[in-house]
């Protein structure tokens, strides 16, 4: 019987998005093969994590540009990469948690893709719509902890699937925007 390895991928992301620590035998079971068959395919636990590592970058690689995050105002692309992010946000919270990942540095994919979502926080500086004092770097992590946070609460049923790209883009607008001293004050 011949194994599609990107099946198995699948299968393996959706059942870790669930249970970030469900075992080898568990995974096999999910894909529907022998924990041999897919020991032949992943020598162990962090070579199946590297694979999924590289499919995670590649399907927010795909959100990035779907998201069309070079055109129009920043707030608005910033909307629209996490309505294109939710789909995959379970894996990216997975792979967020996945300390193994950043033992030797962080994977020069996600150096490409932090670089991009860097640069639209950067414009939407220039164009004066977010705050000066939070770095891009900063608003980045940001946004990847909003969706990781928002994959984990739709997963217990805290959120809504449908909700949860709004609530993730108000929390972080409504913290990123700029505002006067005088506007500051009047919110507290």
Do not use: C
């Amino acid at each position: 019987m011949s194994v599609d390895r990107d099946h198995v991928l699948k299968e393996a992301a959706a059942l870790l998005t669930r249970r970030a620590t469900a075992s080898m035998d568990e995974i096999a079971k999910a894909a529907g093969i022998g924990r041999a068959t897919l020991h032949r395919h992943f020598a162990g636990r962090d070579a199946l994590v590297r694979a999924l590592e590289d499919l995670g970058i590649q399907q927010f690689g795909q959100a990035l540009d779907a998201a069309r995050i070079e055109e129009g105002d920043a707030a608005g692309a910033v909307r629209r990469l996490i309505d294109e992010a939710e789909p995959v946000a379970g894996m990216l919270a997975f792979l967020f948690a996945e300390n193994q990942l950043y033992e030797n540095g962080t994977n020069e994919g996600w150096n490409r893709l932090d670089a991009r979502v860097q640069e639209l926080f950067r414009r939407g500086q220039e164009e004066g719509a977010f705050r000066l004092d939070l770095t891009p770097a900063w608003l980045t992590e940001a946004l990847y902890g909003l969706i990781g946070t928002g994959a984990w609460a739709v997963q217990d049923r805290r959120v809504a699937a449908k909700d949860m790209p709004r609530m993730v883009a108000e929390l972080l607008l409504g913290g990123a925007e700029r505002r006067t001293d005088t506007e500051r004050r009047m919110k507290r």
